[in-house]
């Protein structure tokens, strides 16, 4: 498994958390990830606080980058 680039805050991940390639959190408080959760490649988690439930798979289609978040954090 890969390990994600936490830019701040605090990361939470359940059971059975997978990690792909380049996957950058910049979050401000904290991310809270459920069971079974699947960041695919180039994923980008951003805002103040992000909290995804279980069974949350996150993949980016044809190479591009899947962000998630409310912008920019600040």
């Given amino acids: 498994m890969n390990k994600p ?4 805050g605090k990361f ?3 059971a059975d ?10 979050v401000a408080d904290d991310v809270i990830l459920g069971d079974r959760c699947v960041l695919g490649d180039n994923t980008y988690l951003c805002g103040r606080r992000v909290v995804i439930q279980d069974d949350f798979f996150g993949y980016s289609h044809w190479g591009k980058r899947l962000e998630v978040g409310l912008g920019r954090r600040s």
């Fill in 5 to 8: 680039t936490i830019k701040s």
């Fill in 12 to 14: 939470s991940a359940g």
């Fill in 17 to 26: 958390f997978r990690c792909g390639e380049n996957v950058v959190i910049d």
